[in-house]
């Protein structure tokens, strides 16, 4: 039962051009949500993070969009450089009978100079 | 100065063997996690400790035994090796639950 859904296992996108990155979520007990970036033989690193009373949350380039009526979400990097190309994670935690932090399969992303 | 480690990075072992991994965190993190990544590259949690005590045990096979000696050391120990079990695992902590994860570089765990 996936609960986060990442639907695109990959997106290619030139390098200065938006990249948008889409997750979908079925467990309405979530209340925060989180992306993370990783990069081959490392561990995830976290990138940036929305609370559900939010429905924007921008650090630099990245910025990350909550909807929470449609339960979704989406993250945006203005401009794309080669070194976001990376496997990003959608994640979400929340109250959901104990704290945890259910990821999703993640998306690979390949910006092209 | 790594801030989540992980040891071993790579371990190939036969089946049916008992073995550890360790992991171990300088971030004065209260709460550390046990993931694995199958596969499909889904990350799953396995476990999560808070100040040395349990909080998350998910549906976990019991040979696989986590063991928390103080709040900045979580290890996993893994009894009767399975083909199954073959994955990469990683270690994390966080100040919280509801606060981003710091990864350790993951063990890859091969069994044959």
């Known amino acids: 039962d996936q609960q986060v859904k990442q639907n695109s296992p990959s997106l290619s996108v030139q390098e200065g051009r938006i990249s948008i990155l889409n997750c979908d979520y079925t467990n309405s007990m979530f209340d925060y949500f989180l992306w993370y970036k990783k990069y081959p033989a490392e561990g995830p690193t976290f990138l940036i993070s929305i609370s559900s009373i939010k429905d924007k949350n921008e650090d630099g380039r990245f910025t990350v969009f909550l909807n929470k009526s449609a339960k979704h979400l989406s993250l945006h990097i203005v401009p794309s450089q080669p070194g976001d190309s990376a496997v990003y994670f959608c994640a979400a935690s929340g109250n959901t009978g104990g704290f945890k932090t259910i990821f999703g399969a993640g998306t690979r992303l390949f910006v092209k100079a | 100065d790594t801030a989540v480690s992980q040891t071993p990075k790579y371990l190939v072992t036969q089946m049916g063997n008992d073995k550890s991994i360790k992991c171990e965190q300088n971030l004065g993190h209260d709460t550390m996690y046990w993931y694995k990544q199958d596969s499909k590259k889904f990350l799953k949690i396995m476990f999560s400790?808070?100040?040395?005590?349990?909080?998350i045990n998910e549906t976990v096979p019991n040979r696989f035994s986590p063991k928390s000696p103080d709040k900045a050391h979580l290890n996993l120990h893994i009894n009767s090796l399975e083909l199954g079990d073959s994955a990469v695992y990683f270690c994390?902590?966080?100040?919280?639950?509801?606060?981003?994860?710091?990864f350790g570089s993951g063990t890859r765990l091969t069994v044959v």
């Open positions: 400790y808070n100040n040395k005590e349990l909080i």
């Open positions: 994390a902590s966080s100040p919280g639950q509801t606060y981003g994860y710091t």
